[in-house]
């Protein structure tokens, strides 16, 4: 499959006599794609069972007429004014019992079922009407789930919703209240009509119940998506694809993607270096224009996954964002080394967002590959860019990794019930953990916690997996090669209790997690040799081979030749340290990067960025800042 990029276009916000023009435009710029309708209910069907199709069909007919592909969102995200004066339950309500109101986007329940049918119903009516449209390439069901926290919601839907859940799980409240522990503090439940919402505790819900209701509320999104899925996939061969975001833990991506063709995201690299990545504010300065040089890569990898290997990019930032608390412009060449490094990680389509700015509502500041007043922004030309060097570039295609991360959105919600330290969180550690393979120079797959084969892979991670799933034993059983286990991995039942057999329980490995440390910031596990463990610690007991120990002479890595324990949080130094070592072992060839850059291969090529302010050599090749190097394998 050919590299193609594409926008992400409003045409109910512009005037008509301007659709044309764009069109042209966007084709002159090197797109292929356009993603339009997904936020445009109040334009189809203005007033309660009166549907009004003839922009929409006029919209998709000039943009298909200059060899456009359209991409076609369900506008299920923003629902219109009427539909709360027709359902006025269906609004979500936050943990502290406060309703969302109308007036911006996503203000839905996903455990609302009369909600859920409207949006079966206007999904079906667009995909009968669309559905066999030669210009219609793709569907994007709704808009970035859980985006503004809305995921969660504590409403009588919810409520109930969750109760029906749990009695179908548990069939019997006395199977529940052995499940859940509840003889502690007399929590025990005579009949599931009984059980809220885990909130508004005098102090905090048993963690259980915390957890069921995390499971529950993923499920909702499951079943919210699959209701849209289904209703196209009835009328459209064309692929269903979802943008999911960046580090959102909260449903289950894995599940959400089993229902769709493709897995998309909305990539903004200075926005979620701002809002959602830890460093020091040296650290963030150096990369203030650039983004974090390893979140979007995680995230290639990650939702090439939950795509069976079909990714895109949905969004690419093109400039200042309008929603983070500071919003930089991007250093010269920065949308082009976003473009080319999804791609270098098997990305088909990378769409910017968006093709004009535009001068009103909340998204006003957003910059897009236009000004408002229709002149290029400075983005457009790196476009153009992109869309030239694809003449003499190969087909999309991502060579083999030599190393894997097992990540999982359960551990995520029982680390965020029970995270037994404020700055424990699953994917902070996956992250640490995926930058330190990334680091080393390795290509790098992320793999769902019931992968049944690791056999590709010489080495594999697995950090914070609450619980061992039985296929994932099975691969482990078979692994030739080495598999990091750890911290805090298997080290709790699905109900999160303590096992009987305290974990890890590792097929041939004897080790034991005895007690756990969490640790604050001012503090370390120092290690001997060298190096240091942060924000968690693991006393080990067993006789399995201790490879590593504290300065204390505390075991920090015990196991066996493919089997190893991980008893702490490592630094990012100590983690290349521990993965420096392991790959001498497998002969796995490293690279010394110099800062801010970073590789990744295909199957044909080996890419290079550059995230650095200032040039770097890379053998005798010097990157400009911003820069990107390829080269033929």
Known sequence: MKRTLGVCYYPEHWPRDQWETDAAEMVAAGLSWVRIGEFAWSRME??????????????????????????????????????????????????????????????????HLPYRDECKRIATLMAERYGRNPHVAAWQIDNEYDCHDTTLSYSDAAKHG????????????????????????????????????????????????????????????????????????????????????????????????????????????????????EGTDKEKLKFLRQGHPDNQAFHHDLYRAVGRGRMWVMEQQPGPVNWAPYNPAPLPGMARLWAWEAFAHGAETVCYFRWRQAPFAQEQMHAGLLRPDRAPAPALAECRQVADEFADMPDVGTAQAQAALIFDYESAWAWDVQPQGADFEMFRLAFAAYRGLRRAGLNIDILPPDTADLSAYKLVLAPGIMTLSDPLRKALDAFKGIVLIGPRTDTKTPELAIPDVMGPNLSGVDVTAILTESIPPNDKIKLQGGGRFRHWFEHLDGTANVYL??????????????????????????FDKIIGGLCDTLDLQTFNLPDGLRIRGTDTHRFVFNYAPTAQPWGDVIIPAAGVHWEVL
């Open 162 to 277: 969750f109760q029906d859940w749990l009695a179908q799980k548990y069939q019997s409240t006395d199977a529940l209240n052995r499940a859940w522990g509840n003889v502690f503090w007399s929590m025990d439940y005579d009949t599931f009509d009984q059980i809220e919402l885990p909130n508004l505790t005098v102090t905090e819900p048993n963690h259980p119940h915390q957890l069921a209701f995390r499971q529950y509320s993923s499920d909702q999104v499951v079943a919210f998506n699959k209701v849209q899925a289904d209703a196209i996939r009835a009328h459209s061969d064309a692929p269903l694809i979802h943008n999911y975001m960046g580090r959102i833990t909260t449903f289950d991506h894995w599940k959400v993607g089993a229902d769709l063709d493709i897995a998309s995201w909305d990539s903004y690299p200075i926005g979620f270096l701002s809002d959602r990545i």
């Open 46 to 111: 203005a007033v309660p069972g009166t549907l009004t199709w003839d922009w929409l069909d006029d919209a998709i007919e000039v943009l298909g007429a200059v060899g456009l592909k359209v991409i076609l969102g369900t506008p299920t995200a923003t629902p219109p004014r009427w539909m709360i004066d027709k359902h006025p339950d269906m609004l979500a309500v936050d943990a502290a019992n406060n309703t969302r109101k109308f007036g911006s986007r996503r203000h839905y329940d996903f455990s």
């Open 549 to 574: 120990t504290t300065k204390d002479g505390m075991p920090a890595i015990m196991g066996g030749d493919h089997l190893r324990y991980l008893a702490g949080w490592p630094d990012d130094a100590t």
